[in-house]
């Protein structure tokens, strides 16, 4: 029996593709499978077969699509061959079948995004490389982050929350500040991070306590200070803040109270600090009682 390509639309068949199609996509579950080429298949999403004499031994799933950028075209989402078939030219005879299909309905170009490892086997196949590099982002992370335009700066500075992976420099930046480092970990969830170029450049973030929260960590590299950036990680952590609820923040400090009172924070009585926040280590035994506390009410 020569190659033959097929669409697989049937519940059995869709399911039983599910084991090769895992091979590429490693966060598909057995259990959800179907559901999620169903939800596809509502939105444009085809999925067809290959077999060779009756053996599934390569899968495309495609959609018919149109961008202003590109127009009408075919798009392949996914393209994968059975291990113990490859190098036979089942993956090549999989592109040429669809883009026979593209031809008849009146498309004239199939895109995909490659794999670095696929690149040259798409080459030879004739694909032109494009310039754009496919690229994701936590969105919860995207809706916090803010760009701020810095004359210094070509191109502006990112303000975004942090991520694991930006910790250390942020440690690293406070140490250079003479800001205390302890404690930050464990509130990484509320820590926003400026970015210029890839390097952190300035940090602020938030202990939160209910509905009052601890300002902490504001910090700036020494090469951009006196342009701003100090007071946009304030203003953004107290968006910040406000989105999480809280209605007063708090903060100490020991050389920053005219920077901060400008910015509409007023003196305050430790006393009158809420006993959740007083407990935090950067009142309880972090800063030196003469570090003025301040607060800020929020709407």
Same mark, same amino acid.
Do not use: N
């Given at each position: ?78 393209? @994968?061959?059975?291990?113990? =078939? ?5 993956? +090549? %005879?999989? !592109? $040429?079948?669809? /883009? ?11 895109y995909l995004d490659s794999r670095a490892a696929a690149r040259s086997f798409y080459e030879q196949l004739g694909f032109q490389m494009m310039t754009s590099i496919p690229c994701w982002m936590d969105a919860a992370a995207l809706a916090d982050v803010a760009v701020t335009a810095d004359a210094g700066t070509p191109g502006g500075i990112v303000i975004a929350a942090a991520q694991e992976g930006d910790l250390v420099a942020v440690l690293e930046l406070l140490g250079r500040s003479g800001l205390p480092e302890e404690g930050l970990r464990a509130h990484l969830g509320t820590v926003l991070i ?5 390097? @952190?450049?300035?940090?602020? =973030? ?5 509905? +009052? %929260?601890? !300002? $902490?960590?504001? /910090? ?80």
């Amino acid at each position: 029996m020569a190659f033959e390509v097929r669409e697989l639309d049937s519940d059995a068949d869709i399911i039983a593709a599910f084991p090769l199609m895992a091979s590429l996509r490693d966060r598909l579950r057995p259990d959800r499978f179907l559901a999620e080429v169903r939800r596809q298949q509502v939105e444009g999403y085809r999925l067809y077969g290959g077999f060779d004499d009756g053996r599934l031994v390569t899968l495309a799933g495609v959609r018919r699509s149109h961008t202003l950028s590109r127009g009408e075209f075919l798009f392949v989402d996914d393209l @994968v061959t059975d291990g113990g =078939a490859r190098s036979r030219g089942f993956g +090549a %005879a999989m !592109l $040429r079948w669809l /883009a026979r299909q593209a031809v008849a309905s009146g498309l004239a170009r199939v895109y995909l995004d490659s794999r670095a490892a696929a690149r040259s086997f798409y080459e030879q196949l004739g694909f032109q490389m494009m310039t754009s590099i496919p690229c994701w982002m936590d969105a919860a992370a995207l809706a916090d982050v803010a760009v701020t335009a810095d004359a210094g700066t070509p191109g502006g500075i990112v303000i975004a929350a942090a991520q694991e992976g930006d910790l250390v420099a942020v440690l690293e930046l406070l140490g250079r500040s003479g800001l205390p480092e302890e404690g930050l970990r464990a509130h990484l969830g509320t820590v926003l991070i400026a970015r210029e170029r890839g390097r @952190v450049v300035g940090s602020a =973030a938030l202990e939160l306590y209910g509905t +009052a %929260a601890l !300002l $902490r960590s504001v /910090a700036v590299d020494q090469t951009l200070r006196g342009r701003g950036l100090g007071g946009r990680l304030t203003e953004e952590a107290v968006a910040l803040a406000c989105r999480h609820g809280v209605r007063s923040l708090y903060l100490l400090t020991e050389t920053a109270r005219d920077f901060f009172a400008a910015r509409g924070f007023v003196p305050v009585d430790r006393e009158a600090v809420p006993a959740a926040v007083r407990a935090s280590p950067e009142f309880a035994w972090i800063c030196p009682a003469s570090a003025v506390a301040m607060t800020r009410a929020l709407p």
